[in-house]
């Protein structure tokens, strides 16, 4: 996860979070501007080469991506905020795939990508929400669909 206090990622999230009462409204600014702003790249998805890394600031500029640049972008979105964060990278059922944890000082780690609603904690992964489609929801809150290879 590349980026420097002169990122536009930085910057954004900046201006995200400024109204976030506290870690639990950050994440979830973040995690809502992510969802609403950005696109699945299909082409992308289906071109991507070995090796690739995201460029957070080329995400937001171009608003489009695929779940290693969701989550890359949430990350240095989240870390710049004083967020620790975990870009994992692994398996949802058979699908190679990458998301994040949080780690919020109440909380301790809170992985696969959280959510919450003022009462409970649930599971999300910005780039399946974001396309939404039915059934999602309870794919993307079943801890057992995840299996994490990697972790940055």
């Known amino acids: 996860v590349n980026f420097s206090e002169n990122s536009a990622a930085v910057s954004l999230a900046q201006q995200v979070t400024s109204g976030a009462a506290d870690e639990i409204g950050k994440v979830k600014a973040v995690y809502e501007y992510v969802v609403g702003n950005l696109k699945y790249d299909y082409a992308k998805a ?8 995201p460029n957070v ?3 937001l500029a171009t608003k489009t991506g695929i779940c290693f640049d969701y989550a890359a972008l949430m990350t240095a979105m989240l870390r710049s905020s ?12 058979n699908i ?13 780690w809170v992985d696969n990508v959280i959510k919450f609603d003022g009462k409970n904690w649930t599971m999300m992964d910005p780039t399946f929400a974001a396309g939404g489609g039915e059934g999602i929801q309870d794919f993307i809150t079943d801890s057992s669909n995840y299996n994490i290879e990697y972790i940055h």
């Open 57 to 59: 600031d080329q995400v």
């Open 82 to 93: 004083g967020i620790p964060t975990r870009l994992d990278i692994g398996y949802a059922t």
């Open 46 to 53: 289906q071109s991507v080469q070995s090796g690739y890394l």
């Open 96 to 108: 190679y795939h990458a998301w994040i944890s949080t780690y919020l000082d109440e909380q301790g």
